[in-house]
C-alpha cells in the first residue's frame, strides 16, 4: 500500500481550478474514485492513503485546501482526529467524512444533522 502523497493539478480555465480538494483514504482505490468525480470538473487534488501524511502535508503547506474528503477508519488516527486537527488550522474547512464501518453513535454525536445537507 502506497503512503506517499500524490498530487494533481486541475484545469485553470475552470471555476474550481483554484480550490484544493484533500482526499484522505487508506483504501486507494477509494482515493482514485473520488479523483475521478472532482478532476473532471477542475480542482486541485491532493491524494494520501494515510491520515498522518494529510496532516503533516495540511501543517507544512501554505496552500490550504477548501475541502477535506476523508474516510473515517483508517487505523490510529481516524478521519474524526484528521478533522478536529486541520479544523484547528482552518477553521472554515469544509469536512465530508465518509465510512463504511461508522456506526449509529457516530451518527448520533455529529454536530451537524444530515437534514442540514438535505434542506
Do not use: W
Not at 500524490?6 to 479523483?35: F, H, K, R, T
Not at 496532516?55 to 490510529?76: E, Q, W
Amino acid at each position: 500500500m502506497t503512503t506517499q502523497p500524490a498530487s494533481n493539478q486541475g484545469s485553470a480555465a475552470s471555476p474550481q481550478g483554484d480550490v484544493l480538494v484533500y482526499i484522505v483514504d487508506d483504501e486507494p482505490m477509494l482515493v482514485n474514485l473520488a479523483e475521478l468525480i472532482l478532476k473532471p470538473d477542475g480542482y486541485q487534488i491532493k491524494k494520501f492513503y494515510a491520515p498522518e501524511l494529510a496532516l503533516k502535508s495540511f501543517l507544512a503547506d501554505s496552500n490550504l485546501p477548501r475541502l477535506l474528503i476523508t474516510d473515517y477508519a483508517m487505523g490510529a488516527m481516524t478521519g474524526l482526529d484528521l478533522a478536529a486537527a486541520c479544523k484547528r488550522r482552518h477553521p472554515n474547512l469544509k469536512i465530508i467524512m465518509l465510512s463504511g464501518t461508522a456506526g449509529p453513535d457516530i451518527i448520533v454525536d455529529a454536530p451537524v444533522k444530515i437534514d442540514r445537507f438535505l434542506a
